[in-house]
């Protein structure tokens, strides 16, 4: 069979950021000097992973066709692949445009001046198509950058409404918690007036989403952004979440993604009318991940990992990494032998600098002891490799709800205070550097309720 090699040069614009992105879907079968053998999925194409353009037409000797694309700056990626070539030399294309049709393997690396350089890939790993590859791979981007996160010690503060929101911002300013540790804050949806605010106070803002409410039915573009996505496969109605759960972790995968996507267009436009959004929060992966749908939910959230991460980049969006928020009953999902576990893992890791484990201790009996019980969810990620991020979230404690703990017994709040700095600092000694306050709103939201959690966050940090 004659070879073919195409070289694409990168056309470099604002938008470009410091990804690559999975140029097929299949499975990681083994790897060679950094060159990478995936089995493709049945009808599974090979796109490219970058914008560029088309320098050159070329052949080997391997009984495979071959593609080297060249992203500029001395970056280039590697493809052979059986299956005919859709590229011409000369051509300018997209991150994600098809470069060869339907074939059975793919061997794919990446080289830095002439370099073979290690991917985030390990042996078994399901790949999907379009999925980030994050990694310093040399690609430069112009313009302003997002400031850094996830730095040290981080504070969340999330889930209010106008009173709470107002009471929150105030306790910010009192103490002063964001002028000394890295703090953000949010509440569903996203918001312009609520991002003023909270920067007016020294936090940085970070909406909310969630995983199971079935918003953004459709996409939110204008003609002319509608006209340069690629992604036309789920340009439809977004499944009901019902749905999912009967899905593929593939296919659902795919739809979470595409949310994902549709919530960072949420966030451009908001952007666009002059708001700073600088992360996000996901709320959350559920209980239920433990069951008989752990696939599709894995797949779903995944998918809303990446699509919150990357957004579209053809649309200008960065890379924006965020907080994922993992309910109590979850806590097993780093010690779960299912299928797909180590794979979500790696998407959580490379698309949050946060996972936020829901401890919601019930704030009674010695604090020690019950901190202790609940480092699960940590204990899990560090043995499972993925060790440093953690965050444990509290709660003010005064809204009694099914699942949320806190304050049972009627404490005062003093006492509450005492308590929940006990339990943080045992927290603290067991390697935990980031807090969380989660629920600001009906008994949670008086002045003096937001000023102790507050007064808490400050003092976890310390």
């Known amino acids: 069979m004659r070879t073919i090699v195409i070289l694409v040069s990168l056309v470099a614009t604002p938008a470009l950021a410091q990804e690559l ?3 097929t879907t ?32 070329g052949s080997h000797q391997q009984g495979k066709e071959s593609v080297i694309l ?13 299956g005919r070539v859709k590229v011409r030399k000369g051509e300018h294309v997209l991150e994600g ?25 390990f042996v078994g790993e399901p790949l999907l198509a379009g999925g980030a590859i994050q990694g310093s791979f040399g690609l430069k981007t112009e313009g302003p950058r997002q400031p850094p996160v996830g730095h040290g010690h981080v504070v969340s503060l999330s889930y209010f409404d106008g009173v709470g929101q107002t009471n929150v911002v105030n306790a910010l300013e009192h103490t002063k918690l964001g002028q000394h540790v890295e703090t953000y804050a949010g509440s569903y949806g996203v918001n312009g007036g609520t991002s003023d605010a909270l920067h007016a106070a020294h936090s940085r803002y970070a909406p909310i989403f969630e995983v199971v ?5 459709s996409r939110d573009l204008t003609a002319a952004e509608a006209r340069l996505v690629r992604d036309h496969a789920h340009a439809g109605t977004l499944p009901a979440y019902t749905s999912i759960l009967g899905m593929s972790y593939s296919s659902a995968y795919g739809w979470g993604r595409e949310k994902g996507r549709r919530m960072r267009d949420d966030v451009r436009k908001t952007v666009r009318q002059g708001a700073l959004v600088e992360s996000w929060h996901l709320d959350e992966l559920v209980s239920e991940v433990m069951g008989p749908d752990q696939d599709a939910i894995l797949g779903y959230v995944g998918g809303l990992l990446d699509g919150l991460h990357g957004g579209r980049a053809e649309l200008g969006d960065r890379p924006m990494k965020g907080i994922l928020f993992v309910a109590a009953n979850a806590f097993g999902i780093a010690s779960s032998s299912g299928s797909h576990v180590r794979t979500f893992l790696g998407i959580a890791w490379r ?3 946060r996972i936020c484990g829901e401890e919601y201790p019930d704030f009674t009996g010695d604090p020690v002891a019950v901190a202790s019980s609940e480092a699960g969810l940590q204990v899990g990620l560090r043995n499972a490799g993925f060790p440093g991020r953690y965050m444990a979230c509290v709660t003010p404690g005064e809204r009694l709800v099914a699942g949320l703990g806190g304050n049972v017994n009627g404490l005062s709040l003093a006492q509450v205070q005492s308590w929940e700095e006990r339990y943080v600092d045992k927290r603290r000694q067991d390697g935990v ?5 989660y629920n600001f709103v009906h ?7 937001v000023e102790e959690a507050t007064a808490v966050m400050a003092h976890a940090v310390r």
């Open 351 to 353: 698309t949050c600098f």
């Open 213 to 217: 409410k079935d918003s953004y039915p």
């Open 70 to 82: 060249e992203h500029g700056h001395g970056v280039t990626t590697v493809y052979e692949a059986p």
């Open 26 to 57: 299949g499975r990681v079968g083994g790897k060679s000097n950094h060159v990478y053998e995936i089995a493709r999925d049945a009808h599974a194409p090979v796109v490219a992973a970058r914008d560029g353009t088309v320098s050159f037409v």
């Open 433 to 437: 550097e980031s807090f969380a306050e």
């Open 21 to 23: 992105y999975c140029p």
């Open 97 to 121: 445009q098809v470069i060869f049709g339907h074939g059975a393997t793919l061997q794919f690396s990446v080289e830095s001046h002439g370099r073979r350089v290690a991917l985030p890939f």
């Open 443 to 449: 008994e949670n939201e008086p002045s003096s309720v």
